[in-house]
């Protein structure tokens, strides 16, 4: 299979571009104001009606390309919890190695936007061109070389038979938030790794970014610590949740998800919605 390290979805560069009259225009002054959360907020809306608008992928590109210190002293910094939004997954690569991602120059490279000028706040990574495996330069950096070879000069590990190379194009990253619905979420399990009950500023702050919209609905939050994780955690959480007296009606209205939480640890999600 061809290029099996670039998901589906992933933004590509070369695709032809549709602009919405005046749109463009408006993200553009926002960003030069440094209302970057306005600006991701406007482009998300146009990424629910369309999720692979290329015009809005690459205007989000460009906010998420802004270095983190020029970030901190804008009008709107950008908050973790609009960063990891799944609709801006297109437009990161990830390292195969070690899971880092970043949004690679290539989405502004050949655009027909004038082939605008950013910041690049990131150290190039490389990619195979055949298979599209990626990695960071950090990792690129501990590769052992060979005589005469440089960190930039290693053939793909997949067999492929060429060498790394940049510009690195989108790969795609895995979700780093949890799915939602229009609905209004009811109940809230948080199953954590480890023998330590997850305490109220953890729950609190991992809701924050990695499942903003539970705050809408204000829903009842329960946190479980698994000290042993089980092979099949949805057939356990089905069991804890049937054990705390949630019906079968209410669980055939759910949305689980698994995600690798800021210090490693597997967390598992359930949220339950109103049925209507
Ligand atoms: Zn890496
Ligand atoms: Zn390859």
Redesign the pocket.
């Known amino acids: 299979m061809r290029r099996r390290f670039i998901m589906p979805d992933a933004f590509d560069p070369d695709r032809e571009v549709i602009p919405t009259p005046g749109f463009g225009r408006k993200i553009e002054e926002l960003q030069r104001a440094g209302r970057y959360r306005t600006a991701i907020e406007d482009i998300l809306r146009i990424l629910d009606r369309d999720p692979a608008n290329q015009e809005a992928l690459f205007l989000a590109a460009n906010i998420l390309s802004i270095p983190r210190t020029q970030q901190l002293t804008a009008a709107e910094p950008l908050t973790d919890a609009l960063t990891f939004d799944r609709r801006l997954n297109p437009v990161w690569a990830v390292?195969?190695?070690?899971?880092?991602s970043w949004v690679p120059n290539s989405v502004h490279l050949g655009s027909i936007f004038g082939g605008a000028q950013l910041h690049i706040m990131n150290p190039i990574?490389q990619q195979c061109p055949t298979c599209g495996y990626t990695?960071?330069?950090?990792?690129?950096k501990q590769i052992p070389l060979g005589l005469g070879m440089s960190i930039y000069s290693h053939p793909c590990p997949q067999g492929c038979g060429v060498d790394l190379t940049a510009p690195v194009h989108p790969t795609g990253r895995r979700n780093l938030q949890f799915s939602r619905r229009p609905q209004r979420v009811t109940h809230v399990f948080i199953f954590r790794e480890g023998p330590i009950q997850p305490d109220t500023p953890y729950i609190q702050a991992f809701l924050e970014t990695r499942s903003p919209d539970v705050f809408e609905s204000r829903p009842k939050i329960f946190a479980v610590p698994v000290g042993q994780w089980p092979d099949d955690v949805d057939f356990y959480a089905i069991a804890f949740l049937l054990e705390k007296g949630v019906t079968k009606e209410m669980i055939e209205n759910w949305e689980t998800g698994t995600i690798i939480d800021d210090n490693g640890t597997k967390v598992h999600v359930v949220k339950l919605y109103a049925s209507r």
């Open positions: 390292c195969q190695q070690c899971e880092r990574g990695l960071c330069h950090e990792c690129l």
